[in-house]
């Protein structure tokens, strides 16, 4: 008879969460891990069924570190990733001391923990062996104790740590701030291997280690192997340890995905601001605006007739030998042209300042079926033309509402200071006729001049405005960057 | 094998039930909770399927415990506040059932004794066939979803406390549970790794 067939093991396929505080996407490798830190923003999240709350804000200096979340180890021919950095400080007489833990974590086998203490790595596991003493935490330092599966131990240190610093997941919730008590033991027989009990909130719990060569890790680790920099280098023991970044400064690479994302939605802030500054002295600029001109044009009217010129009396050549130019036959231009139909005025005169800006508005709101051209040339004093400009106003009853215009807007730069006045012709028809003759209603022109802001302002008003939403943009790119993990299969 | 046929009342699917202990189970396609009494089968309603893929056992996996073979029928997992821990029930081929606690991947075997616990006075230290224990954690925990077959109707939501312990040379387990009833204790032995094989272990997890 066949042994019935067990079914096939159901697929591990991470899930995805989205951070309470920053919306990024976190990968949760288990749901058993209920604590993750997210690797954009640096919050604190409890993972629950639907959501997860956000326990704490990120921590702004992050300390360097040698593996980075969901590096893979292999052990003793078991993958484990590393799951989550912390870091614990430890005071003794006023120094304060630091220990940085890598929690190793595969499915199928639990936890290892990879430790770099005192200038050693060590790699440790749970046990549930107890000492052979009522309290492990009164023994006097240097007291021998024998665990109850008849191994010898000298204790070596005791005293309190405290979490200092936590990224990546957990399959528990932790808090900065968290302390736990520890009685460290080294083995009689071998300094290289040691046992640790530790409680925390009521609870205790017991492990072994031993320490693990820097080699030994390059392995584990799939590197090649390099020079044993840590380890090396000789630290005094209770002093403040240097971060790993002091030992593994120019042979570990770092994630800097978070400060970097932090650094572009500043940036992006930044520039948002100065576009919004920008804006407002536009703002402010345009508020104050002087009217320098304001005449309403009734239809059929008609300018007085220019004064005639003053007669001009032939000059005599000088020199009756100097030959006489030719008449000028070439036909006129087309400016010259003589106005047929329709009405052409001057206006009144104004001053402008030097670096002003016009802005001239023609309306009329009472046109209907009609229409309206406006031909208007900018005049400095007497006959400079600077600037000619023409708009057309046209509103019929069966025309898209959106399509009919009662009032158009002309801007001129004036660069020069001086007195200038407007020549306007006005020509227009109702019906459809393209035929033009007087304006059909009575067209309003008005004219304001304000100060010009200066064209780097507006690049800059452009530029910083293009410049916050690209960084925006792109800090939410950076903020989707794949996981080393997702790259790693994206790679296989 | 005597095998009871029995049809979700949620979504209609059948499913042959071959433990003859099995109370309720967890419909493997609409997550329902099905249990059965003396007239006929009951959804008790609420949602509880789990997700998959992530703990060493599954449900309907096969291996050898202690060169026993067993196929694992069920589970229970409980949420302790700042964690989770899964309670595997197992059918062995001989016939017998047993219960493996999985937390944080360590693997306990678990069998209830006939004797009821102390009341929790803050005891560091207890003693049950004369096998002396001592206590590691003390918490509330709450029943927060099940799968597959099961030998009792779960009660969601259910919250009792607890209390965890080893023997002092690390081999034997104890479990006391506090509920509504005078309690219950439950022994149980640490399995090495290699106690406990699977026949798709896994390993190649990515």
Redesign the interface.
Known sequence: MN???????????P?TVRCTACGGTLTQ????L?FVVCRYCGAHLELG?VEARVLAKGERNRPGFAYEIDHAFVWE???YVVAARMVFTQEDDGEVSETVEYLLW??????LYLDYDDGRWLLSW?????P?CDDAFSLAEGAHVNT??GQGWTLEEVGTSRLAYIDGSL???ARVGDTVGYATFRAAADRDKGYEVERDH?????CLFRAVSRQELDVASGKPKEPDTAAAKPREHGGPAPSLDEDLEGILPRDDTAATRRWLLWMSGAAACFCLLNLGVAAHASSSAVQVLDRTIPPGFKPPPPPPPPAVEKDEPDDPLEPVEPPDNSPPEPEEVPVVGGVELPTGSFRLEKDTFLRIEFSAPALMNSWASVDVAVVQGDDDATHIMDAELTRYSDDDPDESTVSDTLDAWIDDPGSYHLVVRLLGARGTSETGGDIPVPVRIQAWAMPRLPLPFYLMAIASGVMAVVLFVVSRVTGRRRTPAEKE?DD? | MTLREVSCPGCGAPRRIANPATMMFVCAYCGSPVYWDAEQVRSIGTKAA???????L??????SLRGK?F?TLGRVRYDF????WDEWYLRCDDGTTAWLTED???LCLEWRVNEFPPPDNGFARVTFRGLEF?????GEAQC?GAEGELPFVVSFGERYRYIDG??????H?LGIEYDAGPGAVFLGD?LA?GELT??????D??
Do not use: C, Q
């Open positions: 042994e019935p067939v067990g079914r096939i093991r159901p697929t591990l396929v899930r490798r288990s749901d058993a209920r069924d021919g078991v993958r595969s499915p199928r086998r639990g936890t749970m046990v549930h062996v107890m052979r109850h599966d399959p528990w919730v009521g609870e205790i719990e017991f299969e296989e | 789990l997700t998959e893929g992530f703990t060493r599954y449900r309907d996996a096969r291996g073979r196929e506040g700042r964690g989770f944080n991947h360590e001592v206590v590691e954690e003390r927060i080893s023997s002092p040379d690390g081999k387990s640490w790794h699977l026949d798709d272990e896994g390993e997890w990515t």
